[in-house]
């Protein structure tokens, strides 16, 4: 008979960790998480659509990917659920009324809000049209990109300049806060499979107040560098003959007598061709020295003195450095991104910044008035409320206990103590009112008590008169 199984991972005394680690593809909890909405789902069109389908795709996996909008739902819906599922940022998409299509960047739950007018864009399958070979989608998407940032801040830039130095500071903060932090000495090289560039385009003139950024999206791939081409293939066939499928990348051998003359270059004789006598120039610039991924035989703790003795360490770390040339395959999707407002709140509260709107000093300081009198009124009709509410709980209370006991006393008045009773006085009374009901039989009994009363002959003669 099997032995039946103790279960461990329910009951008291599972080892389960208290703080698992996500699983592949998941976000942690302390990520930051998104959501990508289309404002007004059915007026946005169809292009705005799958824009933001793919910018889903880009957040991924800290991002609701799976996200359904109606015409019906409203931002205050969106944002009343930001706290039960943890979603950190939303990215709102909305067209105007003149045709503008418009992007903001919004941190829940207290803002701020960065407003940005799409002028140009580029869907996902606009850039794979335009590749000769397009990248798939496979298992880029697992882990989230790579933020790079370049020319965000201006050498020069202060408090009095078009764009202060203070909204560049923020920009970065915002964009840096919708993907997890990195550590680059324990983060993994495999985990960083895609980038997300944000380039800011230098303004044409010193007065222009503009703030644009191009968004793009790249997938990262790395070769072996100082290999050939011919090697790369054999490499890659053999690892293609143990998978399922073998559809192409097996080079054609049919005409050649020796794979030597494959690898030398066919019948010509131009011998083993490389990167450095294929007579191309070498790109130094995209190769990085990373580990072999092979796997290697663990040594014992005398093995590793032994290695130690012999000072062959810097040998062994010479054997595992591998040099790779990287190469970025553009995914999308691409836009052009024109800064135009900064709100304090989340789409509410006080313009921070905006592209043609220019207020002076008393200018700024009368709003502030303004703001801190709003403020302060905001804040006295929350705490009448709060007494008010406070009000009617405790008058609910009370009358619930006032009400309470009446009943107790309804029930003890009810009850009966003979004839003295209130409810038999007030059956009496309604005996009283109304003659021709009998409740208690009473015209029965008075019916017996005069036929005992009656003498035979009585009886008797009543008889002859129902018979006659």
């Not at 976000?27 to 169809?46: L, N, W, Y």
């Not at 940032?149 to 202060?158: C, K, V």
């Not at 120039?281 to 290697?296: Q, S």
């Not at 008045?413 to 006085?425: A, C, R």
Request: hydrophobic share 30%; net charge neutral.
């Amino acid at each position: 008979m099997a032995r039946s199984r103790n279960k461990k991972r329910t009951h008291v005394g599972a080892n389960n960790p208290k703080h698992k680690a996500p699983l592949v593809g998941r976000s942690a909890v302390q990520d930051p998480k998104s959501m990508v909405i289309r404002i007004g789902a059915g007026e946005v069109g169809s292009s705005i659509s799958q824009l933001a389908k793919d910018v889903r795709q880009v957040m991924e996996p800290g991002t609701a990917s799976r996200l359904k909008e109606r015409r019906a739902n409203r931002l205050r819906d969106y944002v009343t659920m930001t706290g039960p599922l943890g979603v950190t940022h939303l990215l709102l998409f909305s067209r105007s009324e003149s045709g503008n299509t418009n992007l903001r960047i919004a941190t829940t739950p207290r803002g701020p809000t960065l407003h940005f007018r799409v002028e140009k864009y580029s869907l996902c399958k606009d850039v794979r049209k335009a590749q000769r070979h397009p990248r798939g989608g496979g298992k880029e998407y697992i882990t989230s990109p790579l933020l790079i940032m370049n020319n965000i801040s201006t050498p020069g830039a202060d408090a009095n300049s078009k764009v202060p130095k203070h909204l560049e500071s923020l920009t970065t903060t915002v964009f840096q806060s919708l993907f997890p932090r990195i550590n680059p000495q324990t983060t993994p090289l495999k985990s960083i499979r895609r980038i997300l560039l944000l380039n800011r385009e230098p303004a044409n003139d010193e007065d222009d107040g503009s703030f644009v950024l191009n968004f793009r999206h790249y997938a990262i791939s790395t070769k072996p560098a100082g290999v050939s081409k011919q090697l790369r293939r054999l490499d890659a066939a053999e690892k293609l003959l143990g998978a399922k499928n073998r559809k192409g990348g097996v080079p054609n051998l049919g005409k050649l007598g020796d794979i030597s003359e494959y690898m030398i270059g066919g019948e010509n004789g131009e011998g083993y061709v490389t990167d450095g006598t294929s007579g191309s120039e070498m790109d130094t610039d995209a190769e990085v020295e990373v580990l072999e991924d092979a796997p290697r035989r663990v040594l014992s703790a005398k093995a590793r003195a032994a290695r130690r003795e012999n000072d062959d360490k810097a040998a062994d770390v010479e054997e595992k450095v591998e040099r790779r040339r990287v190469t970025l395959v553009e995914l999308g999707p691409r836009m052009k991104l024109r800064m135009t407002k900064v709100e304090e709140g989340l789409c509410s509260g006080k313009t921070m910044w905006h592209e043609h709107i220019h207020k002076s000093k008393q200018e700024v300081q009368d709003l502030e008035k303004k703001w801190e009198q709003r403020r302060q009124e905001k804040e006295t009709r929350r705490k009448e409320q709060k007494a008010n509410v406070e009000k009617k709980q405790k008058e609910k209370a009370a009358s619930g206990a006032k009400s309470k006991d009446g009943e107790d006393d309804d029930d003890d008045d009810v009850e009966m103590n003979g004839n003295n009773s209130d409810l038999f006085d007030e059956m009496m009374e309604n005996d009283d009112d109304d003659d021709e009901m009998d409740s208690e039989g009473l015209a029965g009994d008075a019916e017996e008590a005069l036929g005992q009363l009656m003498d035979d002959e009585e009886w008797e003669d009543e008889r002859d008169e129902i018979a006659g």
